[in-house]
């Protein structure tokens, strides 16, 4: 995974970039922790409304949704792994389209006020 600064409510942390599918399928399931400065930016080709889950995590996050101009959509906090064998949800904003996503360690949104609207910032250069 490529990496990339990017700053929300003035808060600069560290992204990891998923921009191919198989980056995408496997998220942050590919991590034990996430540190309070760490995230994962998952970048789409069409702005929808991009559904996730939890299958496979071993540690909580927030998920923030961002629309083509880099605004917060939806955000789905403190999210908890899904248990083995159990049934795993999956989230997504409703009735709005997002191109990115962001997931952040729990606790991040509420900590830095992140709410919808915000804007969050970086440059993705192919």
């Known amino acids: 995974y490529r990496q990339l600064n990017v700053t929300v409510n003035g808060t600069e942390i560290v992204a990891h970039v998923a921009a191919t599918n198989e980056q995408r399928t496997k998220g942050l399931s590919v991590k034990d922790t996430l ?51 159990a049934f795993c949800p999956t989230y997504k904003p409703d009735n709005k389209n997002a191109l990115y996503v962001l997931e952040t360690v729990a606790g991040f949104t509420e900590k830095h006020d992140i709410v919808e609207g915000a804007r969050v910032e970086f440059q993705l250069n192919s």
């Open 35 to 85: 540190a309070e400065n760490e995230a994962m930016l998952f970048v789409f080709d069409t702005a929808q409304e991009h559904s996730f889950w939890m299958k496979d995590m071993k540690f909580p996050i927030d998920i923030i949704w961002l629309g083509s101009d880099k605004t917060v959509v939806h955000i789905e906090h403190n999210l908890q792994p899904c248990s083995f064998g």
